[in-house]
């Protein structure tokens, strides 16, 4: 039997070094399940594992792309599928690691089949983003699907305007159409999620964010700014120094605005896996050897 074992939870939590440590244990390679992961030209701001954390395991899918690309959910799925049938037949256990609950929801159960609408719809809510900003997109999506509104990161324009593209071109909510039968998979699940008490989970927060100033995160986003209407850089860490070039902000707000958004982040990250019950929960500090006996007990 193939099982996937999972490692999720709140952003600067630990999952990484969890992830590598199970890796080990079970001989295993890594999925990585970081969305923001995946773009070569993004390192510092997206905690990419350090050099000597990726020579500690094998790992997939970390800068692996580059924010010039086009790159969504539905092809992440599809890749990663490929390489989990591919790594089953060397291995009966892999380990899937990331805070990106969406990428993790299609790898292990599958995405919602959604209707082709109009690509002018897009366009069309691209502009209003451009010239009304999103909070007049976000208006609309709660009142066209406010259950929509409540589970999706609501400050990321990218979903906001896909669950509206949706709405507004089928006539029907985008939540209408989630959590349909998927096709089945060929491993067993088996996910655990690291957590601790918020203040605590704030203060990792925060100081991850001065750690990547430190490392050169303004230099990093200085070199992306040209590029900054791109998918990929609409994240937290970038988008507000962003603002600041832009002489939008000063430095010292932006620096705390990354700091609020990256606690906003993971408070959403912790209300989307608490979702599902199946998940083990861990606190942060648990011994190693803890988790690997429980592990151990569900392989057998």
Not at 126 to 150: F, V
Not at 208 to 226: F, P, T, Y
Not at 243 to 252: E, Q, R, S, V
């Amino acid at each position: 039997m193939n099982y996937l074992i999972t490692v999720v939870g709140p952003t600067a939590i630990g999952k990484t070094a969890l992830s590598i440590q199970l890796a080990n244990h079970f001989k295993a390679e890594i999925i990585s399940c970081d969305s923001r992961q995946f773009f070569k030209e993004m390192t510092i701001g997206t905690a990419v594992p350090e050099p000597e954390e990726l020579a500690a395991a094998t790992h997939h899918f970390i800068q692996n792309k580059s924010i010039k690309e086009t790159y969504s959910v539905g092809h992440f799925e599809r890749e990663a599928i490929e390489k989990l049938n591919e790594l089953f037949t060397q291995h009966n256990v892999v380990v899937m690691v990331g805070g990106s609950g969406l990428y993790v929801d299609a790898v292990l159960n599958g995405l919602d089949d959604f209707p082709n609408v109009d690509p002018k719809i897009r366009e069309e809510l691209n502009t209003r983003l451009e010239t009304k900003g999103l909070d007049d997109l976000q208006s609309q999506l709660k009142i066209l699907d406010p259950e929509t509104y409540d589970q999706i990161a609501i400050d990321n324009p990218h979903r906001v305007i896909r669950a509206l593209e949706i709405c507004i071109g089928s006539g029907q909510t985008y939540s209408s159409f989630k959590n349909k039968p998927k096709s089945p998979r060929n491993f067993t699940p088996i996910k655990i999620g690291l957590t601790a008490d918020r203040e605590i989970i704030y203060e990792r927060i925060n100081r991850r964010v001065d750690i990547m100033m430190e490392k050169g995160l303004l230099k990093e986003a200085q070199e992306l700014h040209s590029l900054k209407h791109l998918n990929a850089l609409q994240t937290v860490g970038y988008r507000e120094l962003f603002d600041f070039f832009d002489h939008k902000i000063t430095l010292d707000f932006a620096i705390s605005e990354i700091k609020k958004n990256s606690r906003r982040f993971a408070k959403r990250q912790l209300t989307w896996f608490k979702k599902d019950e199946n998940t083990l929960w861990f606190d942060f500090q648990t011994e190693i050897q803890q988790i690997k006996s429980t592990l151990e007990k569900l392989l057998k």
